[in-house]
């Protein structure tokens, strides 16, 4: 019963982020002299009002599921991987050299691109967890660093090494290397399907598995699980190198699903929107994904919005920055004792109400 409790406190708190956030922005859109009704209207008839818009959205939404589920895993070991943006890239970068370099075509290309990828993000992951626990360094500032060379890398390639003709870009992968449609007439793409089988397959390892359950343990307290005998060090080497993997699957998933090249400013923000969006989900790999189509859909139906009322897409992002402070700070104040205290109050006394009636 007080699991339970917990549980509607922790849905409660992004819940009444949302609402809040959707509150000011419909002051601010009154301020700017629109209908606030209709601009939420047009905001989500933009991301899910028909076939195309809702495989935009889903489509929109893999980078960011991949890179929260990247952060996701890590935290929940209690390490903190802000290199998801790094790891992202590094993932798109090797399967794309690897699928051009070798000229591979078709699924043995795809399977080939999607291995490399994931591999490679895995790899960038290891970095920070070696220097963690060899050295004591931070883990948020060698990630933090790492987002910069991955993507001044991938920067040498697109300018200098592969660059397609003048451009500031790769040449497109081989149309037998793309990612096809789930549903005709939808633009979302078997990337989305992975990205969802990736965040079902860690709900089922970190709830319902004996590795999981240990993992989560040295994320609670590390020290405990020490003098019990977990390998801590292990555990907080294979987060890194999983959360990495998980990441560099996401690049070499968008990579052929929807961008097809390497390109400036591609992946830039993924990462830190990955932290974000973990965060608000309570570190849960399923609620982490529905937070992830949440912030995808005000994306894609901030532009609708404009069209339809004038407001600026600027209103949006204020919107996701407001849901972002308020559910940080609704949680920060979940763990003060007073709050816990008041939580057991309120439930004693609906209790008694129950009982009395």
Not at 7 to 34: E, H
Not at 237 to 257: N, Y
Request: aromatic share 10%; hydrophobic share 50%.
């Amino acid at each position: 019963m007080e699991k339970l409790k917990k549980t509607m406190t922790a849905f409660l708190v992004p819940l009444l982020s949302i609402l809040l956030a959707f509150l000011i922005g419909a002051i601010i859109m009154a301020a700017l002299g629109a209908d606030p009704l209709r601009a939420l209207s047009a905001l989500f008839g933009g991301a899910f009002g028909n076939a195309a818009s809702i495989g935009t959205t889903l489509n929109k939404s893999v980078p960011l599921v991949f890179t929260s589920l990247c952060a996701c895993f890590a935290y929940k070991c209690g390490v903190f991987n802000l290199g998801g943006e790094g790891q992202f890239l590094i993932g798109a970068t090797a399967a794309f050299c690897t699928v051009y370099c070798l000229g591979l075509k078709g699924l043995p290309g795809i399977l080939a691109a999607m291995v490399v990828g994931t591999v490679a993000g895995g790899l960038w992951g290891l970095i920070p967890g070696v220097l963690k626990i060899t050295r004591g360094l931070n883990e948020m500032i060698i990630s933090i660093m790492l987002n910069y060379v991955a993507t001044l890398f991938m920067g040498v390639i697109y300018t200098n090494w592969i660059r397609d003709t003048n451009m500031p870009q790769t040449p497109s992968v081989d149309s037998s290397l793309t990612l096809s449609r789930v549903i005709p007439g939808m633009r979302f793409t078997w990337a989305f399907v992975i990205a969802l089988a990736v965040g079902a397959i860690l709900y089922y390892f970190l709830y319902w598995t004996s590795p999981g359950f240990k993992l989560r343990a040295v994320g609670l307290n590390m020290t405990a699980s020490r003098f019990n005998g977990f390998p801590v060090n292990r555990y907080i080497l294979i987060s890194f190198i999983a959360s990495g993997a998980i990441a560099g699957l996401g690049g070499a998933s968008d990579l052929l699903g929807t961008q097809y090249r390497l390109i400036n400013g591609y992946g830039a923000g993924y990462g830190f929107d990955g932290v974000a969006m973990a965060l608000i989900g309570q570190l849960h790999p399923l609620a982490t994904i529905v937070v992830a189509i949440f912030f995808a859909a005000l994306r894609v139906g901030s532009t609708s919005m404009q069209v339809a009322t004038g407001v600026p897409t600027s209103v949006s992002d204020i919107i996701q920055a407001l849901v972002i402070v308020f559910s940080v700070a609704g949680m920060a104040l979940t763990k003060l004792p007073e709050f816990e205290a008041f939580r057991l109050r309120l439930f004693r006394k609906s209790g008694e109400k129950g009982v009395s009636a």
